[in-house]
């Protein structure tokens, strides 16, 4: 059964860094688009980030451009997120997810999801 397990978060001060990590398991996840979403208390889940199966193609939203990364390892199964100068306004469960049509990313719905990882940006 195809799985996707993220860590990675916890309570960080504003200005700092985290990395999310996504490690999938039960299937091969090369040639998947893969990426991250989050939901903060109180709203709707929102895009955040993903990547082309190559790892060359990369989309973000607009509130994380310039201060988030995303990138993947094929070897290891692994997607990342490399958060720097958080936000208060960063704080959320973040979710992996995985899908073989990058286009999923903005219609949905996605193949698999992670559980989520609380990242919390204190001011």
């Known amino acids: 059964q195809a799985q996707l397990v993220e860590s990675g978060g916890g309570l960080v001060q504003a200005v700092g860094s985290l990395r999310l990590s996504c490690t999938a398991s039960?299937?091969?996840?090369?040639?998947?688009?893969m990426g991250w979403f989050r939901q903060a208390p109180g709203k709707e889940r929102e895009f955040v980030a993903n990547?082309?199966?190559?790892?060359?193609?990369?989309y973000y939203a607009d509130s994380v451009k310039g201060r988030f990364t995303i990138s993947r390892d094929n070897a290891k199964n692994t997607v990342y997120l490399q958060m720097n100068n958080l936000k208060p306004e960063d704080t959320a469960v973040y979710y992996c997810?995985?899908?073989?049509?990058?286009?999923?990313?903005?219609?949905?719905?996605?193949?698999?999801w992670g559980q989520g990882t609380l990242v919390t940006v204190s001011s």
């Open positions: 039960g299937r091969t996840f090369s040639a998947y688009a």
């Open positions: 990547v082309g199966w190559t790892g060359s193609n990369t």
């Open positions: 997810a995985a899908d073989r049509y990058v286009v999923s990313f903005k219609k949905g719905p996605l193949e698999v």
